[in-house]
């Protein structure tokens, strides 16, 4: 809105100056002869020139400020319609975002709420005898797994030991988080 109004006040100065220049012309060319004023080529070229380059100026001005006002008002105009197909878009994000799709790239897949993350959080694990840095979900603080380390881990499943292992290391997380 402020921008529309900078417009309209620049457009309303170029056509106020223009029309002030050719007043001052119809000074110099009307009324100072009544007054005594000769012409002469010495005075009268530069005149001439500085109010034909003031002119065009002024016009050019006034040509961009109403290109500018029309583009703005267009924008106005149709803004509406994109805020809808905006809120639209983001009431379908929300919907895909609470919706866990398989289909996803990603690096990271969470088993315990589903959702797919590209980036997890990094944390070190000092609960076992050796701290190791582990992967922990953004929204549910499981402890997640690459996508294709747990497609490689359907393949071949995991030993006792490493279930048993993997289970101390998710007590022990819980725990440390209050959960």
């Known amino acids: 809105m ?9 457009l309303f100065a170029a056509v106020s100056a223009a029309y002030l220049l050719k007043v001052i ?5 009307s009324q100072l002869y009544l007054f005594g004023l000769r012409f002469s080529p010495e005075w009268a070229n ?18 961009v400020a109403s290109i ?9 105009l149709k803004g509406p319609r994109m805020a809808k197909v905006a809120q639209k878009t983001r009431e379908e994000a ?15 897949q969470c088993t315990s709420c589903g959702r797919s993350i590209s980036h997890p959080l990094r944390m070190l694990d000092f609960h076992s005898q050796r701290p190791k840095m582990i992967n922990i979900c953004p929204f549910c603080n ?15 499943p995991p030993s006792e030991e490493e279930e048993k292992e993997e289970e101390e290391i998710k007590k022990r997380i819980k725990k440390s988080f209050g959960a």
Request: glycine share 2%; charged share 15%.
């Open 25 to 29: 012309d119809s000074i110099v060319h």
């Open 94 to 108: 929300k919907e895909e975002a609470t919706q866990p799709r398989a289909a996803v790239p990603s690096l990271f």
């Open 142 to 156: 499981a402890t997640v797994v690459p996508v294709s380390y747990v497609y490689s881990r359907e393949e071949i």
């Open 68 to 76: 500018n006002i029309i583009y703005l008002v267009w924008n106005r």
């Open 2 to 10: 402020i921008a529309l109004l900078v417009w309209i006040v620049a």
């Open 46 to 63: 530069p005149y001439w020139t500085v109010s034909k380059i003031s002119l065009a100026l002024l016009g050019l001005i006034a040509a």
